[in-house]
């Protein structure tokens, strides 16, 4: 074997070592990093919350990929050192280059730590409202009433005040119920008392306020506010309408208006409204 062929086998075999070394370590590295990203992510989920969670699993996941290119790199001869005073230097040039992608960066982990919301509540600010689908460093995503995504960059939710539905797990609605004045004031507050005691969708704890309300030219109103577990919130609405419509005509009650007030996303209020 002459002194060219022994060079050249050498190299070939060096090579093909050095390929089978990269992929073994790209397998390997990419598996690890999932598979901690995953659990880790589990882990946090369980003992915090999913909104920690979630970014915790992008964060060691995009690490861990940082760390196995530059690992990649070494074996195949580059020098980091040059490379990463290079990034360096281009790091600040985007820096500059995209403030605001770094502003909600900023953001978005002041909102990891502040916990205003979570993955699944219901949330509402500046006219934008809907469920939080997702929760990363750049933006939060919304998915809106009519099923479509809304994309908030995480600066907006950090300078805007922010309204959670899902915060508590109760929340209180109104209802008023507006009459003549001919009709028997007494008998028309015990149907409404009897009423709301008898709604299981009702909690009683706090109980029912029930009170009149207003006075008008020819009618008056009566407010019952009450209180609901916040997932019956929808069905809460349907259910004391229909129970107070029936009951009051049952007594021969003559409905002015009856409409159910509740707080709702785009900070208004809407009316369910049930005339005579």
């Known amino acids: 074997m002459t002194l060219d062929q022994s060079i050249l086998n050498f190299f070939s075999l060096y090579y093909v070592q ?41 964060f060691i996941y995009y690490f861990g990929l940082t760390l196995l290119l530059l690992t990649i790199l070494s074996e195949l001869g580059f020098n980091l050192t040059a490379l990463l005073g290079a990034a360096g230097v281009a790091g600040v040039a985007i820096g500059f280059a995209s403030r605001t992608s770094m502003s909600n960066v900023i953001s978005g982990i002041f909102l990891l730590f502040e916990r205003a919301f979570s993955i699944h509540d219901f949330i509402s600010f500046d006219g934008v409202s809907g469920t939080v689908e ?27 005040p922010i309204t959670n539905f899902s915060h508590y797990k109760t929340r209180r609605l109104s209802c008023t119920i507006t009459v003549d004045y001919q009709t028997n004031m007494k008998e028309f ?25 207003e006075f008008f030219d020819n009618h008056c109103s009566l407010r019952m506010r009450f209180w609901v577990n916040n997932s019956d919130v929808t069905q809460a609405r349907q259910d004391v309408l229909a129970e107070l419509k029936q009951a009051l005509t049952n007594k021969n009650i003559t409905i002015h208006e009856l409409y159910l007030g509740f707080k709702v996303p785009n900070s208004c209020v809407t009316h369910i409204r049930m005339q005579k």
């Open 134 to 160: 997702e929760i990363d460093l750049f933006s939060v995503k919304l998915r809106t009433l009519d099923n479509t995504l809304i994309r908030v960059p995480n600066e907006l939710l950090l300078t805007k």
């Open 189 to 213: 507050v015990e149907t409404v008392r009897t009423v709301a005691q008898q709604q299981k969708i009702v909690l009683q704890d706090p109980l029912p306020d029930i009170r009149i309300d």
């Open 18 to 58: 050095t390929t089978v070394k990269i992929i073994l370590l790209a397998v390997v590295g990419y598996g690890v990093t999932s598979f901690l990203s995953k659990h880790i992510s589990s882990f946090i989920k369980q003992k915090v919350n999913s909104h920690v969670g979630l970014l915790a699993q992008k």
